[in-house]
T-cell receptor, first 119, second 106 residues
Framework: SAVISQKPSRDICQRGTSLTIQCQVDSQVTMMFWYRQQPGQSLTLIATANQGSEATYESGFVIDKFPISRPNLTFSTLTVSNMSPEDSSIYLC????????????????FGPGTRLTVL | DAKTTQPPSMDCAEGRAANLPCNHSTISGNEYVYWYRQIHSQGPQYIIHGLKNNETNEMASLIITEDRKSSTLILPHATLRDTAVYYCIVFDKLIFGTGTRLQVFP
């Protein structure tokens, strides 16, 4: 398994401001994923962050709104820019790790999430 | 889009087996079936995954049909702590559907 931590665990922000969420992993991983979970909803993949390259965004998410950094193999940040109340969600990072005994299939581990409330 | 279909909710008595179904009729030959669960206010937790053989670990069993178009997650002796939303995912990227909200009652 992996130990994944996120900072902050929660925050309350004003509309129009930006918040940067940090994700730290205790092992080196090539890929990291960022998800959003709006209240009462399932998880939605925002983007895939590979070290050394630009993040790949899913449909409906753009770099100007959710810039991502991936400076090394154990760390990533997601910024929620120019926030509005609709951005109130839990934001989670996750990493895939190889599962021994099941070939190439990876098990994905999730951080505890950052609960963001925008007023 | 999620490639799976699950019932939105299920109930199970404590101590009984919980059988959670999932349909994935468009699964391709090299795609694994993953199960995760999310207990309220926590990040998703990996449970089990498989390709075509049935799998068992300390948490659950996974039964995959021969044609691989559906699977069932079995919690053999459900406890109140198993109350959660259970997600069945066919792994391309980890795209979550709406899941099954399992309520275990005393």
């Amino acid at each position: 398994s992996a130990v994944i931590s996120q900072k902050p665990s929660r925050d309350i922000c004003q509309r129009g401001t930006s918040l940067t969420i940090q994700c730290q992993v205790d092992s080196q991983v090539t890929m990291m994923f960022w998800y959003r979970q709006q209240p009462g909803q399932s998880l939605t993949l925002i983007a895939t962050a590979n070290q050394g390259s630009e993040a790949t965004y899913e449909s409906g998410f753009v770099i100007d709104k959710f810039p991502i950094s991936r400076p090394n193999l154990t760390f990533s940040t997601l910024t929620v820019s120019n926030m509005s109340p609709e951005d109130s969600s839990i934001y989670l990072c996750s990493v895939p790790l190889s599962s021994p005994g099941l070939g190439w299939a990876d098990t994905q581990y999730f951080g505890p999430g950052t609960r963001l409330t925008v007023l | 889009d999620a490639k799976t279909t699950q019932p939105p909710s299920m109930d199970c008595a404590e101590g009984r087996a919980a059988n959670l179904p999932c349909n994935h009729s468009t699964i391709s030959g090299n795609e694994y079936v993953y199960w995760y669960r999310q207990i309220h206010s926590q990040g998703p937790q990996y449970i089990i995954h498989g390709l075509k053989n049935n799998e068992t670990n300390e948490m659950a069993s996974l039964i995959i049909t021969e044609d691989r178009k559906s699977s069932t997650l079995i919690l053999p002796h459900a406890t109140l702590r198993d109350t959660a939303v259970y997600y069945c995912i066919v792994f391309d990227k980890l795209i979550f559907g709406t899941g099954t909200r399992l309520q275990v009652f005393p």
